[in-house]
């Protein structure tokens, strides 16, 4: 069974740092892009960063470019996200999910996801 | 990049048909045909419903549907169901440094 779990997530103060990290089982981690999406509170989902297999690509979106750094460890089955100069918009349920795809990962889709991870940006 | 647009809300019966358009341009939506849709319920892991436009993974009902014209993709859902509640989002390849743009979400409600 493909599994994904997201850890990392609390309170933290504005311009602070974070770093979350989204341990997987079940499948080949190594051919898999992953990606992050996040919902603020009463909001939709956003689509936040991916990164491909073998980290060859890295994108983020505009909101968090330059701030947010995702990686992976292919021995370890993980991906993280190091999440710096945290705003208070930037609160949020964070969730890893699986990019499938037939061809090029960002032609693909997310398939699992993780339950997701609470980030509070608050003083 | 802008996200793709979708209506708040939508609402049926339970065994009516129901249709969530999700309008991007012709740098996304319109150009590629790279459409998942997503189900949400609140507090759990969101839910692939369907890929490359108008594929089903396994285990999706069959009452999930989905197509495109344009730039406007759709799902539909018939014989709504209580459990169909829910919200729902598109996604889609928004072209070169925008390998994804989500959809703005849908809350579906069965009266």
């Known amino acids: 069974e493909v599994q994904l779990v997201e850890s990392g997530g609390g309170l933290v103060q504005p311009g602070g740092s974070l770093r979350l990290s989204c341990a997987t089982s079940g499948f080949n981690f190594r051919s898999y892009a992953m990606t992050w999406v996040r919902q603020a509170p009463g909001q939709g989902l956003e689509w936040v960063s991916v990164?491909?297999?073998?980290?060859?690509?890295?994108y983020y979106a505009n909101s968090v470019n330059g701030r947010f750094t995702i990686s992976r460890d292919d021995s370890k089955n993980t991906v993280s996200l190091q999440m710096n100069s945290l705003r208070a918009d930037d609160t949020a349920v964070y969730y890893c999910?699986?990019?499938?795809?037939?061809?090029?990962?960002?032609?693909?889709?997310?398939?699992?996801w993780g339950q997701g991870t609470l980030v509070t940006v608050s003083s | 990049h802008s996200a793709l647009t979708q209506p708040a809300s939508v609402s049926g019966s339970p065994g009516q048909s129901i249709t969530i358009s999700c309008t991007g341009t012709s740098s996304d939506v319109g150009k590629y045909d790279h459409v998942s849709w997503y189900q949400h319920h609140p507090g759990k892991a969101p839910k692939v419903m369907i890929f490359e436009v108008n594929k089903r993974p396994s285990g999706v009902s069959d009452r999930f549907t989905a197509s495109k014209s344009g730039s406007t993709a759709s799902l539909t859902i018939s014989g709504l169901q209580a459990d169909d509640e829910a919200d729902y989002y598109c996604c889609s390849h928004g072209g070169s440094g925008f390998p994804f743009v989500l959809g703005t979400g849908t809350r579906v409600t069965v009266l």
């Open positions: 990164i491909s297999h073998g980290s060859m690509s890295t």
């Open positions: 999910a699986r990019v499938v795809d037939s061809g090029y990962y960002y032609e693909g889709w997310f398939d699992p």
